[in-house]
């Protein structure tokens, strides 16, 4: 084995208790033509194939959403002024809903964010701690942007991220592939979702 072996792509395996974090399948990101939006299609199939196992083995699914309060969307920092279309993301409007296409059960818990790390300005990591969580199983859009920084938060606050490589996706192809060959090598393990599926079932 060589040296950069090694070093880069070390496995963090899978914890004693999972949580299935549902990053973002809201309305705004899932719907074409809408601003921020991409066909997420096989995205959501995908993460309803994880949250279907995760609920057979008793593993908790949680959901995120971005959501502004303001109509200026001041609330939103500056990252309203890097990036244009967050009107569709005002609490309140139908942007901020999951995809209807999603496996929710009523009782998941929807978690509202305001920037890329589901962790960032949330008590996620507070959430996760209380419950016994060490391991966050990530779903959901888009990989270089909110997945990259949700992972990367996670392995900071002491959480194993594992990522469903057929479970995200990004509007742009060259940015998702170069973000999964990231997070694997540094912060998370990229799992084919059918690996991830397999773990799910010996719990």
């Given at each position: 084995?060589?040296?950069?072996?090694?070093?880069?792509?070390?496995?963090?395996?899978?914890?004693?208790?999972?949580?299935?974090?549902?990053?973002?399948l809201a309305r705004a990101f899932t719907e074409p033509?809408?601003?921020?939006?991409?066909?997420?299609?096989?995205?959501?199939?995908?993460?309803?194939?994880?949250?279907?196992?995760?609920?057979?083995?008793?593993?908790?699914?949680?959901?995120?959403?971005?959501?502004?309060?303001?109509?200026?969307?001041?609330?939103?920092?500056?990252?309203?002024?890097?990036?244009?279309?967050?009107?569709?993301?005002?609490?309140?409007?139908?942007?901020?809903?999951?995809?209807?296409?999603?496996?929710?059960?009523?009782?998941?818990?929807?978690?509202?964010?305001?920037?890329?790390?589901?962790?960032?300005?949330?008590?996620?990591?507070?959430?996760?701690?209380?419950?016994?969580?060490?391991?966050?199983?990530?779903?959901?859009?888009?990989?270089?942007?909110?997945?990259?920084?949700?992972?990367?938060?996670?392995?900071?606050?002491?959480?194993?991220p594992i990522i469903a490589r057929e479970a995200v996706?990004?509007?742009?192809?060259?940015?998702?592939?170069?973000?999964?060959?990231?997070?694997?090598?540094?912060?998370?393990?990229?799992?084919?979702?059918?690996?991830?599926?397999?773990?799910?079932?010996?719990?």
């Amino acid at each position: 084995m060589s040296g950069a072996q090694e070093i880069w792509g070390r496995r963090l395996g899978f914890g004693r208790a999972p949580l299935v974090l549902v990053v973002d399948l809201a309305r705004a990101f899932t719907e074409p033509p809408r601003p921020l939006a991409s066909d997420a299609t096989t995205v959501i199939a995908a993460s309803n194939r994880l949250i279907g196992a995760a609920r057979d083995a008793g593993i908790p699914v949680l959901f995120t959403t971005v959501g502004y309060e303001r109509d200026d969307l001041g609330d939103a920092g500056l990252w309203a002024r890097k990036i244009g279309g967050q009107s569709d993301l005002r609490l309140g409007s139908d942007g901020v809903e999951i995809d209807p296409r999603m496996d929710r059960d009523p009782a998941d818990s929807v978690l509202v964010k305001k920037y890329a790390s589901c962790f960032f300005g949330t008590d996620l990591s507070s959430r996760l701690t209380s419950g016994g969580i060490d391991t966050v199983i990530i779903c959901g859009l888009t990989t270089s942007g909110c997945i990259r920084a949700t992972a990367v938060d996670a392995i900071q606050h002491g959480f194993r991220p594992i990522i469903a490589r057929e479970a995200v996706g990004d509007r742009w192809p060259k940015a998702h592939d170069q973000a999964l060959s990231d997070l694997d090598a540094k912060y998370a393990d990229v799992m084919d979702l059918e690996a991830v599926l397999r773990e799910i079932s010996r719990r």
